[in-house]
Structures are given as structure tokens and as C-alpha cells.
């Protein structure tokens, strides 16, 4: 059983920036992938960024220019750095671990509020 938990969020204005950590509960064997992912109120849950176990990334064209994926190895931690935010990137940010050992599973965070006001 893994445990993601979300950290970083918080109140900015409009071009601030902040950086979203997830730290996972011990090493994640097998082939996976980490995912950010969004949640705004009365919007679909959005995919930011992804970052597989080979380390090939992918971010979402809506915050392409503006945001990156990173993982640190080392402490099981994947970050997400927000750069430029904009009142539209208010959400909740959520971690998620896409994992393959044989099955599939999946883990979540509870997320961290991000508020960008203008």
C-alpha cells in the first residue's frame, strides 16, 4: 500500500509561482506513472503532468510554457513547478500513481489547494 501526500499549496497572485511536492510511503517498485492531476469547482478533473518510471514526462497544453514535472528518486517525491499562475489554475491539485506489478493499481492523495487571485 503506497501513501501519497500532497504539500505546497496556498494563496498567490496572478504571475507568482509555486511549487507542489508529492511525497510517496517508501520506494514504488515495478513500472509506473505519477500524474498531477486538477479539480476546479463545476469542472472535470483535469491531467496537468505526468512523469513515468523511465522518466519521460508529459505536461497538458493548457500549462505547457508554464509548468514542469520533476521527481526526486531519492526521497519518492515527485514535484509540480507553477510558474506565470493564472486566477484559471485555482484548483485543488492531486497526486496520483498510476502503478504496474502484475496488476494494475492506483493510489491517490487528498490534494492541496491552490488559489491564484488576480
Known amino acids: 500500500q503506497v501513501q501519497l501526500v500532497e504539500s505546497g499549496g496556498g494563496l498567490v497572485q496572478a504571475g507568482e509561482s509555486l511549487r507542489l511536492s508529492c511525497a510517496a510511503s517508501?520506494?514504488?517498485?515495478?513500472?509506473?506513472?505519477m500524474n498531477w492531476y486538477r479539480q476546479a469547482p463545476g469542472k472535470q478533473r483535469e491531467l496537468v503532468a505526468s512523469?513515468?518510471?523511465?522518466?519521460?514526462?508529459r505536461i497538458a497544453d493548457s500549462v505547457k510554457d508554464r509548468f514542469t514535472i520533476s521527481r526526486d528518486i531519492a526521497k519518492n517525491a515527485v514535484s509540480l513547478q507553477m510558474n506565470n499562475l493564472k486566477p484559471d489554475d485555482t484548483a485543488v491539485y492531486l497526486c496520483n500513481l498510476d502503478q504496474w506489478i502484475g496488476v494494475r493499481t492506483v493510489y491517490w492523495g487528498r490534494g492541496t489547494q491552490v488559489n491564484v487571485s488576480s
Open positions: 512523469i513515468t518510471s523511465g522518466g519521460s514526462t
Open positions: 517508501g520506494s514504488i517498485p515495478g513500472i509506473y506513472t
